[in-house]
């Protein structure tokens, strides 16, 4: 018998669920559903989009849990790498995308399926982030992807599915949302244009609080460990404990605006209070713990590695390379930072840390030298004036 078995990358949003009706319906496809879950989802969220993926006419539902793994083999090394694109984004759903298309791909190879698909546009990244992994995981499996090779709009996918008879929220379907562990984009309307940014009632989650509150976030050797003083064996659970803080002071909220893989431009919103937070804890408190040298070349390294993340390079055995790097610089980061938190926004208070370079019996910066004398100080800065006054008496500027 002829293999029509077909796993769509599944989550629920309008292109896959035109997908998921199109492959049924009008392709006469085997459609098995999958929703790579990366921590962004509740049970009671996971069955609502199961029962919706049913009614479309799939042949098959799974729910595949990587949140743990999207921690283990990337989040904690974003954080290491204080991962913070184009100075404003956490990379949030651009780094889940990878963990999402392995587990489909690898899921996809477990039924021998004959095709894989997703709902990606053929403006935007997912699409390679989807492609390349299936390319190199899956290379015997066929990728159709109908949102992309039929160039359909929002508003195509929203009559049809409404011709056939769907009931949805369609309004809310006019943005595109995608939540994960390490934040939420939120795309469509307002983020097309380059003038305008989102609406309030575009977020997920809403701001709640408007009284100061400070948060203490405790690393061990570079790794989330307490929250507020209470321990956290894994660091998923902290990273939850501090989005539901964060989040309801409407902090992480931003419009990122960066260079597509395809060479375009983009703007898209995103939420992502525990991410920033984290990632700007952290970095403070290696500015305390590590040396000037390594500092220096972890922010080079760190950049690299989340811009291959960006990109669709995760596969890339560099980045195994880097990771042992980044693993390597944190064996001295551990401490606790405090953070004030107020509405949209929030700043660094200090921290707590056996490890603090700070607390030297060397000197104090701008008060005390107790390692060296002024004698010392002057030769040490004639020395160092040498290559610049022989530069300057030959070139005479």
């Not at 029509?4 to 006469?28: F, H, I, N, Q, W």
């Not at 791909?105 to 982030?129: F, L």
């Not at 405790?218 to 939850?240: H, L, M, P």
């Not at 539901?244 to 909220?253: N, Y």
Request: glycine residues 8%.
């Amino acid at each position: 018998m002829e293999n029509k078995k077909v796993v769509l990358a599944y989550s629920g949003g309008l292109d896959t669920s035109y997908c998921a009706m199109y492959l049924a319906k009008e392709k006469g496809l085997e459609v098995y559903t999958a929703i790579a879950n990366t921590g962004g989802f509740t049970q009671d969220e996971l069955n609502d989009i199961e029962a919706k993926a049913l009614a479309m006419g799939v042949k098959q539902h799974v729910a595949l849990d990587v949140t743990q793994e999207y921690y283990d083999k990337g989040i904690r090394y974003m954080v290491y790498g204080n991962v913070v694109r184009n100075n404003t984004y956490p990379i949030s759903v651009s780094s889940e995308r990878i963990f999402q298309a392995m587990a489909i791909a690898q899921y996809a190879n477990e039924i021998g399926a004959k095709y894989i698909a997703h709902g990606s546009t053929g403006a935007g990244n997912d699409q390679v982030r989807f492609d390349l992994a299936f390319e190199v995981l899956s290379p015997q499996i066929e990728v159709i992807t109908p949102t992309r090779d039929m160039q359909l709009t929002r508003e195509y996918e929203i009559n049809y599915l409404k011709e056939h008879g769907v009931e949805a929220d369609f309004e809310k379907m006019e943005y595109s949302i995608n939540a994960g562990l390490w934040g939420t984009s939120i795309g469509g309307k307002e983020t097309l244009t380059s003038d305008q940014t989102l609406p309030e009632s575009a977020y997920p989650k809403q701001v709640e609080k408007s009284n100061p509150e400070e948060i203490k976030i405790g690393f061990k050797e570079g790794q989330i460990s307490s929250v507020n003083g209470v321990d956290y064996t894994n660091a998923v659970d902290a990273i939850r404990k501090i989005e539901e803080i964060g989040s309801a002071f409407g902090i992480g909220r931003d419009m990122h605006i960066g260079d597509t893989i395809i060479g375009i431009k983009g703007r898209v919103g995103f939420e992502a209070a525990a991410p920033m937070l984290i990632i700007k804890a952290h970095e403070m408190l290696e500015k305390h713990t590590l040396t000037k040298w390594q500092q220096h070349w972890k922010d080079q390294l760190g950049n690299w590695y989340g811009m291959f993340m960006h990109e669709s390079m995760y596969l890339d055995p560099v980045m195994r390379d880097i990771e042992k790097f980044l693993e390597n610089t944190q064996r001295n980061v551990t401490g606790e930072v405090s953070i004030l938190l107020k509405p949209e926004h929030f700043t660094l208070i200090g921290i707590k840390s056996d490890k603090d370079l700070m607390r030297s019996k060397f000197g104090e910066y701008g008060e005390m030298n107790k390692a060296w004398s002024a004698d010392d100080v002057k030769g040490f800065t004639k020395i160092l004036s040498n290559q610049l006054k022989i530069y300057y008496s030959v070139n005479e500027e």
